[in-house]
């Protein structure tokens, strides 16, 4: 593979990983995988999270790419795009860290944005926790987000339909 092909895959697997931590997040952690997830969204003093579990199959991902893309470890049976695969998945896993745990819930650093993109990341990720239970709620994405006033619209529609229960002073329209 030559260095373009390379940095190609390593930020389309970037990109496409946002899908993927979508969907977990929707179906996964808001879903059969709540048992781990709850208590990222209620009120704690722990340092970890039962949650933070979850970054173990991130990186299992990441490392299990590596090794099938190793020719140290595979050989002549290695796949070099897999290698390039797991940066990616570990890109996005820094990313994720750094923006989810970090930026929006504070985790490593005390940083409030005033506006722009990270506000926007702040504000959508404030309303995912507006709602309450694993039932409803919006914005499952991570890094890309969607206008808050939108979403804001979105959640309290739930809420007057009866499929979620919202935070009073975090969810009113």
Not at 116 to 122: D, E, F, S, W
């Amino acid at each position: 593979m030559d260095a373009f092909a390379k940095f190609a895959v390593v930020l389309g697997t970037i990109a496409a990983m946002e899908g993927v931590a979508w969907a977990s997040h929707k179906y996964i952690m808001h879903g059969f995988g709540w048992g781990w997830h709850r208590d990222h969204h209620e009120p704690h003093d722990n340092t970890l999270e039962k949650n933070d579990l979850f970054g173990l199959f991130g990186a299992a991902s990441s490392i299990a790419l590596f090794v099938f893309g190793s020719p140290w470890l595979r050989g002549p049976a290695a796949w070099e795009p897999a290698t390039w695969l797991g940066l990616g998945v570990l890109g996005y896993g820094i990313i994720y860290t750094l923006v989810h745990d970090g930026l929006v819930h504070q985790r490593y650093f005390r940083w409030v944005p005033r506006s722009g993109y990270a506000k926007r990341l702040v504000q959508a990720h404030k309303l995912h926790h507006a709602a309450i239970g694993k039932e409803g709620g919006v914005s499952f994405g991570f890094v890309f987000a969607r206008d808050p006033a939108v979403l804001k619209r979105e959640l309290a529609a739930q809420a007057r339909a009866g499929a979620t229960v919202v935070r009073p002073a975090e969810g009113a329209a």
